[in-house]
């Protein structure tokens, strides 16, 4: 499975790249909003900012909900870097989208999924990558993981090529699920990837190791 970090901020994705397992990022217009990124010509900046630090899948949202302008928007985008991911939402025109960049050799992902009905759509669109939301269906006293699992399930016997992208991470054991369940990639907040570090019995384990290498 693919680690994606899930933020427009630079010094979190340049933390998450040293550490040597990061293959992507994404971001979204609140991610983008809450570093104070404003403006077209900042917003086209802060992504080739974040394309000279990964050499990975970099997802870019589109604000455009109408074919005409979304296709116009996610060529723009596309052509700041050869990595750019266009992100397209899972709307009527964001579907029609999907197959436009396809058929034109961009990359595409498709967020805003919430079921395995729009999972297969997506598919069928030939989106790249399918963003079904883990945590905000969670917080709805719905089983993210287990739509996962299902869309894992489904790709498999049909044989679509989209990745299944883990999106809206919110813990450590939502990675470990995701990865249970199928998932090609998880894209999560700096936190919930450091938060697969942590074991007390790692750290006594050390203290004692440390203690008893005095003794050496
Ligand atoms: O529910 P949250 O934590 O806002 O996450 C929303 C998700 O949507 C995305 O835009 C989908 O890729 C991610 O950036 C993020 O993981």
Redesign the pocket.
């Known amino acids: 499975m693919k680690f994606f970090i899930?933020t427009a901020n630079l010094a979190q994705i340049k933390e998450a790249h040293d550490l040597g397992v990061l293959d992507g990022v994404?971001?979204?217009p609140?991610?983008m909003a809450k570093e104070g990124i404003k403006g077209e010509a900042n917003i086209l900046k802060h992504y080739a900012d974040i394309c000279e630090l990964v050499d990975g899948p970099i997802?870019a949202?589109v604000l455009s909900t109408d074919f005409k302008s979304i296709i116009e928007e996610g060529k723009k985008l596309a052509a700041i870097h050869p990595n750019i991911v266009v992100?397209v939402p899972m709307i009527k025109d964001g579907v029609k989208a999907l197959k436009y960049f396809t058929d034109n050799g961009i990359k595409t992902?498709c967020?805003l999924v919430f079921s395995a009905g729009q999972a297969i759509l997506a598919a069928k669109a030939g989106a790249t990558f399918v963003?079904p939301?883990i945590?905000?269906i969670d917080d709805s006293a719905w089983d993210g993981v287990e739509l996962i699992a299902q869309i894992a399930q489904i790709y498999s016997i049909q044989g679509f090529k989209t990745e299944i992208?883990a999106?809206?991470?919110?813990n450590a054991l939502h990675i470990v699920k995701c990865a249970e369940a199928g998932a090609d990639i998880c894209?999560c907040p700096l936190d919930s990837i450091l938060g697969l570090l942590k074991h007390p019995l790692t750290d006594i384990g050390l203290a004692k190791f440390l203690e008893d290498a005095k003794k050496m």
């Open positions: 899930d994404t971001t979204n609140s991610l997802s949202e992100k992902n967020t963003s939301f945590g905000r992208l999106a809206s991470i919110r894209t």
